[in-house]
T-cell receptor, first 114, second 110 residues
């Protein structure tokens, strides 16, 4: 049971390039999330999904896209990378049971756009 | 106003000391509250949920004050391994999205 895995761990992009951050969970969780964390700031929600085929925007969706074709996978796509997207990206998943919804995080992807 | 605000610290305490800190939240409709721990350059992990009546988990005690809209975390008998950033986390509505504070950094020295 690997939990939530993310690839790559690190990436440097040039302005205008695109890339996909991969996220996979093997816990059969229905909810999945993408966050970004800038230095000294709280995690900001980019997109989330309540199940396969369903995605919704979070607080900071501009410049990103997601898809959820399976329960396990929730890739995040960056089109036309900009320096403002330099950040640490965390994927998380959770299973909802009443008010208990612990989110399990992947190890993160550190992205630099120059 | 930010949804969740925390004193960033750092709180620098000796081993064995007690340290406590609060966070405030802006949405009076929030129903669920958590403390997460984040080690340097690592992912956040759930430390404990916060219940209305307050709750303890070993050396950690969490309290909720709905009237003043704040939650607190107290760490007793601090260990070196308690050095981390503690994130205050609150749900933001009827769905299952969470709002994270920027964190309070605690450093326990020998």
């Amino acid at each position: 049971n690997a939990g939530v895995t993310q690839t790559p761990k690190f990436r440097i992009l040039k302005i205008g390039q695109s890339m996909t951050l991969q996220c996979t969970q093997d816990m059969n969780h229905n909810y999945m999330y993408w966050y970004r964390q800038d230095p000294g700031m709280g995690l900001k929600l980019i997109y989330y999904s309540v199940g396969a085929g369903i995605t919704d925007k979070g607080e900071v969706p501009n410049g990103y896209n997601v898809s959820r074709s399976t329960t396990e996978d929730f890739p995040l796509r960056l089109e036309l990378a900009a320096p403002s997207q330099t950040s640490v990206y965390f994927c998380a998943s959770s299973i909802i049971a009443g008010t208990a919804y612990e989110q399990y995080f992947g190890p993160g992807t550190r992205l630099t756009v120059t | 106003r930010k949804e969740v605000e925390q004193d960033p610290g750092p709180f620098n305490v000796p081993e064995g000391a007690t340290v406590a800190f609060n966070c405030t939240y802006s949405n009076s409709a929030s129903q669920s509250f958590f403390w997460y721990r984040q080690d340097c350059r690592k992912e956040p992990k759930l430390l404990m949920s916060v219940y209305s009546s307050g709750n303890e988990d070993g050396r950690f005690t969490a309290q909720l004050n709905r009237a003043s809209q704040y939650i607190s975390l107290l760490i007793r008998d601090s260990k070196l391994s308690d050095s981390a950033t503690y994130l205050c986390v609150v749900n933001v509505g009827d769905d299952y999205k969470l709002s994270f504070g920027a964190g309070t950094t605690v450093t326990v020295r020998a």
